[in-house]
């Protein structure tokens, strides 16, 4: 997986509580994405990362918020969580100029209940 | 509106039998499409870039084309270890950040 892991793997919470996601790379890649993919819809963007305390939205960032404080590591906070936000969360890396294409981590599977 | 269709949703196969996904598209100023493979329960594993129409790339059993409306993937007497869902993206020039927008997939079985 190019050197990216996320944590954790899989998570179950209840409707209301904060969880976070943790994406951390290895690569030392300047751009850093966050996905959810569901059934009918595949991946989504939901924020991403062009540096190191840069953010910008995505397609379906509401609800959502991120940070990144170090290149390696791109965090994932779900404020107050609802049921709506089950799905299976993906991080990616990106390199830059030149090269655009993604490579994706192992993925993280909420269940907000 | 940006848009990507994957077709057919679904493709079973038989060992060997050699045929084509679509990806159509509609973008404004397509700077890359993007080919990846995804396995049950794992992240999405990068195929192939395509930046201009008439590109072509090839990896084993499997070449890519391009147009300036679609994309195909050819998969050439495929093996059951080919099995998986294919997803195709585009990055186009009015989207920031290199990101991608995908498609919802062509999920492929071939039997043995």
């Known amino acids: 997986d190019a050197g990216i892991t996320q944590s954790p793997r899989h998570k179950v919470t209840e409707t209301g509580t904060p969880v976070t996601l943790r994406c951390h790379q290895t690569e030392n890649h300047r751009y850093m994405y966050w996905y959810r993919q569901d059934p009918g819809h595949g991946l989504r963007l939901i924020h991403y990362s062009y540096g190191v305390k840069d953010t910008d939205k995505g397609e379906v960032s509401d609800g959502y918020s991120v940070s990144r404080s170090k290149t390696e590591d791109f965090l994932l906070t779900l404020e107050s969580a609802t049921s709506s936000q089950t799905s299976v969360y993906f991080c990616?890396?990106?390199?830059?100029?030149?090269?655009?294409?993604?490579?994706f981590g192992p993925g993280t599977r909420l269940t907000v209940t | 509106e940006d848009q990507v269709t994957q077709s057919p949703e679904a493709l079973r196969l038989q060992e060997g039998e050699s045929s084509s996904l679509n990806c159509s598209y509609t973008?404004?100023?397509?700077?890359?499409l993007f080919w990846y493979r995804q396995d049950p329960g794992k992240g999405p594993e990068f195929l192939f870039t395509?930046?201009?129409a008439g590109e072509e790339k090839e990896k084993e059993r499997l070449k890519a084309t391009l147009t300036k409306k679609e994309s195909f993937l050819h998969i050439t007497a495929p093996k059951p270890e080919d099995s998986a869902t294919y997803l195709c993206?585009?990055?186009?020039?009015?989207?920031?950040?290199?990101?991608?927008?995908f498609g919802t997939g062509t999920r492929l079985t071939v039997i043995p």
């Open positions: 990616a890396i990106s390199g830059g100029t030149g090269s655009y294409e993604q490579y």
């Open positions: 973008v404004s100023g397509l700077r890359g």
């Open positions: 993206a585009v990055q186009a020039g009015s989207v920031r950040a290199n990101n991608l927008f």
């Open positions: 395509l930046y201009s």
